[in-house]
């Protein structure tokens, strides 16, 4: 009889189901008869878990000894998914805890889907964090990802007559298997109070912060490990609370209600999650959760630093640091704080070490999108920060009056602070200033940054300019999303090796024209309509037919993305049909997915149309089924996994530039879906890949954007020259999709008619004659399958493998160092 594999570090079915039945008695104490849904789930949780944190210590202790170099992920968002199913696909035991559940007669899918995800962020930039841990841990290269422990995450979407209803999302509740608390990895965040000059030992003029209150921030690591390695990485988020160590209750004496109201204003920092992707004015808690988590963050890193190689000189050989989009951009100044003021270093030597140890991606060329502060605000809640950032900018511009000499407005244009109207510090001009790289995420998007928003800075360091165009985790996005697909690729490539080497997926050219295969790829796909078509019907009250095209745009609301435009389209195969029962329409079914920032109000009102649009035609006999909508409450990441696979077709369809990428579009092409898309972000690299005939191109392109907008574009004249564009939107004005009411969607419509800044008017017709092209490929199914094919095999570049190879070899300057399998 075989030897015993340890119940907490074996991979076999037995040692699997010996550590379940272990977890769900010690650590839930439950026995099967009365466990809970959510004390199975837990006792699966805690079992991958513990092969998690063995291969953590090891990574730990081999990182820690060998004074790795390490990327430190700088993020205010981390959109990270369901843990459990990928952390049973990366560790290699999918199957046999499967089959573990199996015998143990538990609903292997019932168990995944009690899991709550953690909501922290928004969308695309916090899904990207997400990815790049997951694809930094399976490349073997040491990181850590710093973030905020947000005990409200995004809001969760329901739908009630049509309109989004924001629920807070409570994700902490039932506990949270997958985090360590490190009570003793804590440090001090200080705000407000006056900066003050001393002379130091050495007789040194020196600055100190006389702060007026301090927090302190708790570390909660997440241990993220890579798929087919024993290599794990740190997620570390912040979470605020009363710095009671700092003699508080003293500080209080008499004054409980004090107290308790500083404990109070404490946990807000990292209490909830702003809805918005786009900067509100005036939002103080803001600027403190991105102030708060740097600081935590910085400090964290020099401790660590101290505590290994030593010399705080060597800073940046130890560490670089990557800022996700300006949120964290204060960690420059933070940086320079610690060594100045706290670790006496000069000036020169400071910035230096800052400079080297920083690198930044944009992500935005929306201008309304660019974070700035009132210098104001600043003076207020971090006056040391704001001292050192006027240095830095006296520093800087005296570097531009040289190479630039008398052009003050150029000065003006590149200052770190803005002065037209209230003065306010630009961080998008920090980030660039104290970093020594800077990308954009996609092409032309990254071209677009070195010739409009950033275009003086490129003039003066044109090398420090660079792209990384996006990548997406094939492990989360194919094989947990999208299992039957995975499996095909397995056959195909021979294993799961296609998974860390995205390129494989070529061989799924040679079957392309095979009937048997294609057979077999449509099985896969109409079994996904089917499940979403289930899942639709229970939860949100909408039948759709899986031989049906299925037509999918699921991605945040907004106008550049240009959900009105996909509308219209709907609205006009609706008239279609009623005009000439007898039309030859494919049938469709055009399925949304979205939140709405709550304060957004447009965009909560495209919901609705999108609701009132679906309750008509659904609902008319005339229709008969031909054509339906539905929208899918509640888009996070779990409901995106059951959408991408069932897509036909993928809405691409923002106006080109403004989209910065999209990861979406990548998604949805690697599960076989063709594209519908302007030449916009990654759209433009996606259909260069995939091949011109492969993918429904449509619209101006970001120069024709640029001329209309420059000649004066007049949407109107649309509106008054195209007949069927006219009816589209007097239909909506008609009231008929809102029960005779005439002026519900009118802020819509005159929005369209007399300003449009997204062109969707412009874009319409040629929009139309894209979507008749889709309909018709359609109709020839052998065409379509390999369209589809060729549009999966061709997507290995969009890995998110790539990006981090790309991020690490020219940007980075990182090596991997993988972890030896034990034993
Ligand atoms: C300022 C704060 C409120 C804020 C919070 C979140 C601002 C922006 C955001 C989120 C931005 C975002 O998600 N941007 C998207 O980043 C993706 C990853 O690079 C891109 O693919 C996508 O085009 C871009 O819109």
Request: hydrophobic letters at 40%; aromatic letters at 10%.
């Amino acid at each position: 009889c075989e030897p015993r594999e340890p119940t907490r570090t074996g991979m076999s079915k037995e040692a699997l189901k010996q550590a379940y039945i272990d977890n769900l008695f010690f650590i839930q104490g439950r026995f099967r008869e009365v466990a809970t849904p959510h004390d199975l789930y837990m006792a699966a949780a805690y079992t991958a878990r513990d092969r998690l944190l063995e291969r953590w210590v090891r990574s730990a202790q081999l990182f820690k000894s060998s004074h790795a170099r390490t990327v430190c992920y700088l993020s205010a968002e981390y959109l990270l998914g369901p843990h459990l199913a990928k952390t049973l696909i990366n560790l290699g035991i999918s199957q046999a805890a499967r089959e573990a559940a199996e015998d143990l007669e538990l609903d292997f899918t019932t168990v995944l889907e009690e899991e709550e995800e953690p909501g922290l962020g928004n969308g695309g930039l916090g899904r990207l964090a997400a990815c790049y841990m997951d694809s930094l841990a399976t490349l073997g290269i040491p990181a850590i990802g710093y973030g905020i422990r947000y005990e409200f995450g995004i809001f969760d979407q329901r739908i009630e007559d049509g309109w989004q209803v924001e629920v807070s999302d409570n994700w902490l509740r039932n506990g949270n298997p997958w985090e360590i608390p490190r009570p003793k990895i804590c440090f001090p965040v200080c705000y407000g109070g006056d900066t003050e000059r001393y002379r130091d030992a050495d007789g040194q003029w020196r600055t100190r912060w006389v702060p007026a209150m301090v927090i302190q921030g708790m570390a909660y690591d997440t241990p993220i490990l890579g798929f087919g390695t024993d290599n794990v990485n740190l997620l570390r988020l912040w979470k605020s609370e009363a710095a009671e160590s700092l003699d508080f209750q003293a500080f209080n004496i008499g004054d409980y209600y004090g107290a308790v109201h500083a404990k109070i204003e404490a946990e807000t920092i990292s209490k909830i999650l702003y809805p918005n992707d786009e900067p509100e004015a005036g939002k103080e808690l803001r600027l403190k959760q991105q102030y708060f988590f740097v600081s935590c963050s910085m400090q964290d890193m020099i401790r660590l630093h101290l505590n290994t190689v030593g010399p705080l000189e060597q800073f940046d050989q130890k560490f670089v640091a990557q800022l996700n989009d300006t949120h964290p951009a204060l960690a420059i100044a933070e940086l320079m704080r610690l060594l100045l003021d706290e670790h006496l270093m000069d000036w020169e030597q400071a910035w230096g070490i800052t400079h080297r140890t920083f690198c930044y991606t944009n992500h935005t060329l929306l201008p309304e999108a660019l974070e700035t502060w009132p210098v104001a605000l600043f003076e207020r809640l971090l006056p040391r920060h704001l001292e050192i950032i006027y240095e830095i900018n006296q520093h800087f511009l005296d570097q531009v009056r040289v190479r630039f000499f008398a052009d003050d407005a150029r000065v003006a244009r590149m200052s770190l602070i803005g002065e037209d109207g209230e003065r306010r510090v630009r961080m998008a001009h920090l980030a660039v200033v104290g970093s020594h790289q800077v990308n954009g995420v996609a092409e032309l998007h990254s071209e677009l940054v070195r010739t409009t928003i950033l275009r003086d800075f490129h003039d003066l360091w044109p090398e420090r300019f660079t792209n990384v165009t996006n990548g997406v985790s094939p492990r989360r996005f194919i094989m947990v999303s999208n299992p039957r697909l995975g499996r095909l690729i397995s056959e195909v490539c021979g294993g799961t090796g296609w998974a860390r080497d995205l390129e494989q997926l070529r061989r799924l050219e040679e079957h392309a024209d095979d009937p048997a295969f294609q057979a077999r790829w449509r099985e896969i796909k109409t079994a996904a309509k089917r499940d979403l078509t289930e899942w639709l019907r229970t939860r949100a009250d909408v039948d759709l037919d899986p031989a049906q095209l299925f037509d999918i745009q699921a991605k945040r609301i907004h106008e550049y993305k240009r959900q009105h435009l996909n509308v219209l389209h709907i609205i006009r195969t609706y008239q279609r049909i009623k005009q000439d029962p007898n039309h030859d329409i494919t049938p469709r079914a055009f399925i949304f997915g979205g939140k709405a920032a709550p304060g957004y109000f447009t965009a909560k009102l495209l919901i609705k149309l999108i609701n009132a649009v679906a309750e008509v035609i659904n609902h008319d006999p005339a229709v008969n089924g031909t054509i339906r909508v539905a929208f899918m409450p509640d888009f996070n990441v779990k409901n995106a996994q059951r959408l991408y696979p069932a897509a036909d077709l993928s809405e691409q369809i923002s106006l080109a530039g403004k989209e910065a990428s999209g990861t979406g579009n990548m998604k949805f092409s690697m599960n076989g879906a063709l594209t519908i898309g302007t030449l916009d972000g990654a759209n433009i690299e996606i259909r260069r890949a995939v091949g011109a005939e492969n993918f429904f191109l449509f619209g101006m392109d970001a120069a024709a954007v640029a001329r209309r907008q420059a000649e004066g574009y007049h949407p109107w004249e649309h509106y008054h020259d195209d007949p069927e564009l006219r009816a589209d939107i007097d239909l909506i004005n008609s009231g008929l999709f809102s029960h005779g009411d005439t002026s519900l969607f009118r802020p819509l419509t005159d929005q369209l008619i007399n300003h449009d800044p997204f062109m969707v008017l412009a874009d319409y017709r040629a929009y139309l004659e894209a979507q008749d092209h889709v309909s018709d490929v359609y109709r020839d199914s052998a065409r379509w399958t390999r369209m589809s094919i060729l549009n999966a095999a061709r997507m290995g570049r969009f890995s998110s493998d790539r990006a981090i190879h790309e991020y690490a070899e020219r940007i980075w300057k990182i090596a991997p160092m993988p972890v030896e399998p034990d034993g």
